[in-house]
């Protein structure tokens, strides 16, 4: 009896300790968040107030690097992603493949360098958002099933709707791959709500 007691309690606490970590935010006001990808991070198709960095950094109040660069490829992108770490961002919403993707680069090479890129931003101390790229090449633009094998494998969160949405919305675009100002808001409003629901801000 006395032992069913005790584990009684320590659930207690246990489940007051995990609430209380829920209700403290990840991110305050001092917080800094990397975007790094290629041009549908850097905003291409759009004015530089217009990407989703420069969206996300008006809608949540926190400074947002944007660190996209156009036509990069994600072994480019690997190589050029420690010396923005070094920068001890706290968060990073990695948005990368499109180039692979569109020049039928290996998809095993694209997940190898994914991977690679989610474990140098965890092993920096960020979180990581990862943000899945449809298959441009596909009817439909459906989402390529590695991103969420990189997410479930790394144990990092994953975006995986908001730009085939756009993707499949000629309204939202400003060419036939890259979003125009109402989807790059569209994807600065998805990450928004990622960042509220898991508590990383209000």
Do not use: W
Request: net charge negative.
């Amino acid at each position: 009896m006395a032992f069913l007691v005790i584990l009684i309690v320590a659930f207690m606490v246990y489940t007051k300790e995990s609430r209380d970590s829920l209700s403290e935010n990840l991110l305050d006001e001092d917080s800094v968040i990397l975007a790094f990808g290629d041009s549908i991070t850097q905003g291409f198709g759009a004015s530089v107030n217009t990407s989703y960095p420069a969206y996300l950094q008006e809608k949540s109040g926190l400074k947002v690097i944007n660190a996209g660069i156009n036509g990069e490829i994600s072994s480019e992108g690997l190589l050029r992603l420690p010396a923005l770490l070094e920068q001890k961002p706290d968060l990073v919403i990695l948005c990368h493949g499109g180039n692979d993707i569109l020049q039928k680069l290996p998809l095993e090479d694209l997940k190898k360098n994914l991977t690679k890129m989610v474990r140098l931003i965890k092993d920096s101390g960020s979180k990581v958002i990862l943000v899945a790229v449809p298959d441009f090449h596909i009817f439909g633009f459906s989402t390529l099933s590695l991103y969420d094998e990189v997410a479930a494998e790394e144990g990092v969160l994953l975006e995986d709707d908001v730009l085939t949405h756009i993707e499949l919305n000629r309204a939202l675009k400003s060419d036939y791959v890259h979003p125009n100002a109402k989807g790059y808001e569209m994807m600065a409003d998805a990450f928004l709500k990622i960042l509220k629901d898991y508590k990383y801000i209000d």
